[in-house]
């Protein structure tokens, strides 16, 4: 079993920055990908951002790539989501995740087992 808790979004202009925090407990942090899913109104859950279990290797979906940039901290079990240059479009419930069957980075929400409940992320223009 795997606790995921998302903090950290918030209101912010276009052009601003946040950062996303996942506070995971239970299985052994270390041992498995994570990644950042987001759902927009009306609109299907996207991949953002994953990262392997050793923080090693990355992966971005193209609308993020060069704006926003996962990392995890294993001393502290949580995975960040550090999101510049905001754009309207990128407002959306953001989602915390994690693989425990793999560990290297994975883009398709069908290997996630689970998720947290969610923080709304909100860019004004």
């Known amino acids: 079993q795997v606790q995921l808790v998302e903090s950290g979004g918030g209101l912010v202009q276009a052009g601003g920055s946040l950062r996303l925090s996942c506070a995971a407990s239970g299985r052994t942090y270390s041992s498995y990908a994570m990644g950042w899913f987001r759902q927009a109104p009306g609109k299907e859950r996207e991949f953002v951002a994953s990262i392997s279990w050793s923080g090693g290797s990355t992966a971005y979906a193209d609308s993020v790539k060069g704006r926003f940039t996962i990392s995890r901290d294993g001393a502290q079990n949580t995975m960040y989501l550090q999101m510049n240059s905001l754009k309207p479009e990128d407002t959306a419930v953001y989602y915390c995740?994690?693989?425990?069957?793999?560990?290297?980075?994975?883009?398709?929400?069908?290997?996630?087992?689970?998720w947290g409940q969610g923080t709304q992320v909100t860019v004004s223009s």
């Open positions: 995740a994690a693989a425990v069957g793999y560990g290297t980075v994975r883009s398709g929400s069908k290997y996630y087992d689970y």
